[in-house]
């Protein structure tokens, strides 16, 4: 069994990132809450650095790094939000970052992560693995390979999202029914719910997932890993990993009360919400657990739940789209 | 000369707010500061309840009545952001509202205003006064009339944004060369000046306002009220006002280092960065102050700017347009 991170983990990462992460407001609408009958609280961590949590685990990791190690730097294989927080942590740090991406990447997404200092090393993703091409250079250049969520550090690190929630909620007296978290690979949901968990057992913690991509929902209800079809497809790019990883699945088994699969339409739903009632630009995987409550898959009806909106990093096309919705 | 606020009224009601009022965030970007070649601190007062900064001076003023006259409620004319800052405001404090609207104005005002719980009186707008109307209400009522921005109370209350603005620069050890924040009837801008003012005397403040309804910057110049050409347009549909208040006026010829006038251009452009760039939903005159640094009307290389991102409250036909410039 292999080394699980526990609530002291995501206490020492909420230490590195103070004055590093910004914490992000837990916003509220009355006039949703009146719509709902309940109270709903939106993590914003759309407005993190990067535009998404990912920073959080990806600096929460390359800060531990020794001198020596971190001047050969880090390496990530992502095009979307952990590319960002890998090349920001690192240029926080003064360090340099390779980021390995499928020649076919959106040159936005390229022309952010090189904004953020980081070299980019394309692929061909018919005919390579990005993984090996990853881990050949870190074995050349002895740069730090970050794994996207199968890592104690980072999901330590973006536990502290949930050690926000938690906190934040006990400073103003309310108990959480229940906290949301969009998953993909895991990270996210398995550290709000370490931090979650620590501060109230009481609190429910669910994952929220695309339908037809709901790994963790059916891994959970068949108690072993099980990966998504891979012809199943989803608005929500952010949220594409094939099947929840070793670290995360344990946690996920020890902490989560499920995970809730959402359709692409109750999100588009959700990020037009965000938008008029919380002013807030979300993507599409960032917007899955608000769908998961707004869309009655979780009753909020008199109680307090926390959803966390985990990124805005979404092109004008597709949010004039969920506008339109 | 009538009486002005001072900084100890802006201290007074940030103690008020406090708890009630969200201090919302002061974001950056460290991309589009690389872009530019300073340093563009945004407040996300789009963030804040009911969507704009006007629940600030709404609740100062109301939260100083006493249990009688709160009874008999609070009166304001308005169909935008004011209306919804009242509502909310009196709604916190268990006080009746009523809100004076033309029978034209959107209904997703309408309904927004009537969700805080205000009821609203309609009149005609070719044919009747609005502030008669309002002024006959609270004389048979006892209701307290809010003005818009020319009252002590609702100046301090909105000058809590810029003590936020300027605590948090001092928190993280920044010295703040300017900041700048919209302008209609002048509230925000000059309780703003009076907190910022006050914590550095060296830091300049601006008003930004639509090109065409400049009236703060050509009333600056010339030395005296001076009004806007009644045929005058702009998207700013919350920079409005004809002319700045007294109290406004002169808090402002003390105060401000002078006017900027941006185009609606400019303004669209601010509010696809706000999008792209801060995950923030910004309304057209929540923009402008952005707009005013972004259209380079004010100089920030090399320096630390602060603009104020007063509101979020937009319809998604206008956001969509903007995302399209």
Redesign the interface.
């Known amino acids: 069994m292999p080394i699980l991170p526990d609530i002291d983990d995501v206490r020492a990462a909420a230490v590195r990132l103070r004055g590093e992460a910004?914490t992000?407001?837990l916003?509220s609408s009355?006039?949703v809450d009146?719509r709902l009958g309940g109270r709903l609280l939106i993590k914003?961590e759309?407005?993190q650095?990067t535009?998404s949590f990912k920073f959080r685990g990806a600096y929460n990791a390359l800060v531990q790094l020794d001198a020596q190690r971190r001047q050969a730097g880090g390496i990530a294989y992502s095009s979307g939000n952990h590319a960002q927080g890998v090349a920001?942590a690192a240029?926080c740090l003064g360090m340099p970052a390779t980021i390995v991406m499928p020649a076919d990447a959106p040159a936005i997404k390229v022309a952010?992560t090189r904004?953020?200092g980081a070299e980019i090393v394309f692929y061909d993703r018919y005919s390579e693995s990005r993984e090996d091409i990853a881990q050949r250079i870190a074995r050349d250049s002895g740069a730090e390979l970050l794994p996207p969520y199968d890592d104690v550090r980072i999901i330590a690190g973006q536990g502290t999202v949930g050690l926000e929630i938690a906190m934040e909620a006990q400073a103003r007296d309310l108990t959480l029914d229940a906290v949301v978290a969009s998953c993909s690979g895991g990270g996210l949901v398995t550290g709000c719910a370490l931090a979650v968990k620590a501060m109230n057992p009481q609190t429910l913690v669910y994952a929220a997932e695309p339908q037809g991509l709901d790994d963790m929902r059916r891994s959970l209800e068949s108690g072993t890993h099980v990966a998504n079809d891979p012809a199943a497809r989803s608005i929500c790019d952010a949220l594409l990993a094939p099947t929840p990883g070793v670290l995360t699945f344990a946690l996920a088994q020890r902490l989560l009360a499920g995970s809730i699969a959402v359709s692409d339409d109750s999100v588009r739903t959700a990020m037009?919400v965000a938008?008029?009632d919380?002013?807030?630009?979300?993507e599409p995987g960032g917007a899955a657990a608000l769908a998961a409550v707004l869309s009655g898959k979780l009753d909020i009806k008199g109680k307090t739940i926390a959803v966390v909106a985990s990124g805005?990093n979404v092109d004008?096309g597709l949010?004039?789209a969920a506008?339109?919705a």
Not at 278 to 282: A, E
């Open positions: 910004i992000t407001p916003l009355p006039i009146a914003a759309c407005l650095r535009g920001a240029q952010n904004a953020y037009a938008f008029e919380y002013k807030l630009v979300v805005g004008r949010f004039k506008l339109e």
